[in-house]
């Protein structure tokens, strides 16, 4: 069993900067894959940001703005967001694969407004 849990959110203004990291614990073994998605209210969950086998992967609309690290010892990702805009607004969801499963953390609010 693996649990994720989030921290980094809150309330920041458009153009500010936040970062999120998630650690996972319940396990010694190094998890792959690891990764952020994101649910805004009305809308489905998507893709921020996943480390994945051999490269990273972001959505189109945070590419240039947000950047995904790890620290592979500790099981910990981090999701440095920079240039938040109003439309970055959702509550935002650690993931993590770990044979044979994926595992998801609890959440993370992210607010943008003035």
């Known amino acids: 069993q693996v649990t994720l849990v989030e921290s980094g959110g809150g309330l920041v203004q458009p153009g500010g900067s936040l970062r999120l990291s998630c650690t996972a614990s319940?396990?010694?073994?190094?998890?792959?894959?690891m990764g952020w998605y994101r649910q805004a209210p009305g809308k489905e969950r998507e893709l921020v940001a996943r480390?994945?086998?051999?490269?990273?992967n972001y959505a189109d609309s945070v590419k240039d703005r947000f950047t995904i690290s790890r620290d592979n010892g500790k099981n910990t990702v981090y999701l440095q967001m920079n240039g938040l805009q109003p439309e970055d607004t959702a509550v935002y969801y650690c993931w993590a694969f770990r044979a044979p499963k994926d595992y998801w953390g609890q959440g993370t609010q992210v607010t943008v407004a003035s």
């Open positions: 319940g396990t010694i073994f190094i998890i792959n894959d």
């Open positions: 480390l994945v086998r051999g490269g990273i």
